[in-house]
């Protein structure tokens, strides 16, 4: 049972490490993986 829980952990673990470094390294490898950036201005009305 112990052995289960290690691979369970240590599975988790680099899935962790996995996700980390797929967004710090995925936009320096891949330009269209960073989505375009816009200003987007909507006037809002409040009622008093």
Known sequence: MWRLFKL???TAFLAAV???AYAYIGPIVD??????QETVT?????DF
């Open 42 to 46: 909507v006037p809002v009305e409040l």
């Open 18 to 20: 996995g996700l980390v």
């Open 8 to 10: 369970l952990f240590f």
């Open 31 to 36: 330009p269209a993986f960073v989505p375009p």
